[in-house]
């Protein structure tokens, strides 16, 4: 999954920023990071884990 992909997850499911950073139990900072694709600290790429990945099929079998 890519930054891109995971935030029109975010919108395509109606979920703020907060909420989905909420759900996957990370802070707002981490899920804007995962957002951007990049750190905020150092700039670098973040890299989006499959344990992400999973959370977000979860989060979206419960929202349908």
Known sequence: MT???LKAWRE???LSQRAA???HEVTLFTFQAWERGASWKTG???KIKSSVVA???KIS???T
């Open 12 to 14: 395509s499911l109606g």
């Open 3 to 5: 930054s891109s992909e």
């Open 55 to 57: 959370m977000c099929e």
């Open 21 to 23: 950073a909420e759900a």
């Open 61 to 63: 079998q419960a929202k």
């Open 44 to 46: 670098k790429p973040t």
